[in-house]
């Protein structure tokens, strides 16, 4: 978890087993509890438990003393029911790689909604929540927020909407900006990347993704010459807008094209057709590349992403997949960090008093499967990323490794 005293000798051991799972929770516990020099008047108190918590209703994982929330979209249907299951299993590998944890889990569904959020965090309150893991969708993390603001209990969401986040309520998801600015910075300082053109979809993420790149450009030392903007799914507004970036292959060494789904393999076959072919001109994209479709793609050869360090998270996929007999989905680490991330608080401060902002905000962070995150005053996270580079046939080489700390100008946005 914390980056002192040293887990990256730990993470540099190999694949994790569970003997490894408990040496590296109790590196985070020591950690963040010597990463936290705080008076007693900068210590805030976590939420008094109700005098008498209703008894738990729905499903509950171990048997602890200490009771948390994990709320998760389960009567949502389709995606996000499958995205439920995934976080649900992940939540109860980690209460067994780490026995005696002192944690009873009441999982709640949200529907996905605001209103399901609300619901579900009140109604976990009232049976002596302390502390929320969840939810999922940003509608639901905003009702959620309001319900455990009110009630004084921390939440540590999963939704990439860093809109939602606020004081109180803290995302552990992959957040779009901080791809941007990990990608962008590598190229400018590193990768001798002077100048650049953006192709982003025109809708939330894009605008997101624009306003993190003008944020790091100057930083990092690059030039934005053109940013074109394309109706997601129009293929014909794509290839327009590929072919106006490739007509400027003369003025810049790269493009920045963030979009995941089938975006980068049309956009970039596109930038190929007109021209704009080998190394001379970067393609650099986001963790959304980081599928087999994306990799295989012979336009994509040579392509820079940024993404965790994947030691981690092929180890969890081992345990998750020994355990439930199916691989897991690749947002699935964050149930299972979020139940560490809980045992942990629970842990440093011998009892639920560690759900506090003041630990969760950290400066040294903590170690998690995909590596070193930490939470910031605002609600938000930073995550050590690495660069990788796309090679022939779906290879991928790491170019930059993920940072094991948070002493370094990569986590200044």
């Known amino acids: 978890m914390s980056d002192s005293p040293r887990p990256d000798d730990e993470r540099?051991?190999?694949?994790?087993?569970?003997?490894?799972?408990?040496?590296?929770?109790?590196?985070?516990?020591?950690?963040?509890?010597?990463?936290?020099?705080?008076?007693?008047?900068?210590?805030?108190?976590?939420?008094?438990?109700?005098?008498?918590?209703?008894?738990?209703?729905?499903?509950?994982?171990?048997?602890?003393?200490?009771?948390?929330?994990?709320?998760?979209p389960e009567s949502a249907g389709g995606a996000g029911s499958a995205v439920a299951a995934n976080l649900r299993n992940a939540a109860s590998l980690a209460l067994a790689d780490i026995p005696d944890s002192g944690l009873r889990i009441l999982v709640k569904d949200t529907g996905g909604t605001e209103a399901g959020g609300r619901v579900a965090a009140q109604t976990a309150i009232a049976e002596g929540a302390r502390f929320i893991i969840g939810p999922v969708f940003a509608p639901a993390v905003s009702g959620a927020g309001q319900a455990a603001r009110a009630a004084g209990v921390p939440v540590v969401a999963f939704s990439s909407d860093a809109s939602v986040a606020s004081r109180g309520v803290f995302l552990l998801s992959f957040l779009p900006a901080q791809d941007v600015t990990r990608i962008v910075s590598y190229a400018g300082r590193t990768g001798g990347r002077q100048s650049l053109a953006a192709l982003l979809p025109n809708n939330g993420y894009g605008q997101v993704t624009e306003a993190a790149l003008r944020q790091v450009s100057g930083s990092a030392g690059v030039r934005v010459v053109a940013v074109?903007?394309?109706?997601?799914?129009?293929?014909?507004d794509m290839q327009a807008k590929a072919r106006s970036v490739a007509s400027l292959s003369g003025q810049i060494d790269a493009v920045l094209m963030p979009d995941g789904g089938d975006a980068p393999v049309t956009l970039a076959s596109t930038l190929a057709s007109a021209g704009m072919t080998g190394d001379r001109v970067k393609l650099l994209g986001s963790g959304q590349w980081d599928n087999g479709a994306v990799l295989r793609a012979p336009a994509l050869a040579g392509a820079w992403f940024p993404g965790p360090d994947k030691t981690g998270f092929n180890a969890f996929s081992q345990r998750y997949r020994a355990r439930f007999g199916t691989d897991p989905i690749r947002i699935a680490s964050l149930g299972y960090d979020g139940t560490v991330l809980a045992i942990g608080l629970l842990r440093v401060a011998g009892g639920p008093s560690g759900f506090t902002?003041?630990?969760?905000?950290?400066?040294?962070?903590?170690?998690?499967?995909?590596?070193?995150?930490?939470?910031?005053?605002?609600?938000?996270?930073?995550?050590?990323?690495?660069?990788?580079?796309?090679?022939?046939?779906?290879?991928?080489?790491?170019?930059?490794?993920?940072?094991r700390s948070f002493a370094t100008s990569i986590f200044s946005f």
């Open 12 to 72: 540099a051991a190999g694949p994790l087993d569970r003997r490894s799972v408990l040496r590296l929770a109790a590196l985070g516990l020591a950690g963040t509890a010597a990463g936290c020099s705080m008076t007693g008047s900068q210590q805030a108190a976590a939420p008094a438990q109700p005098a008498r918590p209703r008894a738990p209703t729905g499903t509950v994982l171990g048997s602890g003393n200490t009771t948390v929330a994990l709320l998760l």
């Open 228 to 236: 074109e903007r394309y109706n997601p799914g129009d293929i014909a």
């Open 357 to 403: 902002e003041s630990l969760l905000t950290s400066r040294d962070g903590f170690l998690g499967v995909d590596g070193i995150f930490r939470f910031l005053p605002d609600g938000r996270s930073q995550r050590g990323l690495a660069v990788y580079e796309i090679g022939s046939g779906g290879s991928v080489r790491t170019i930059d490794p993920a940072p």
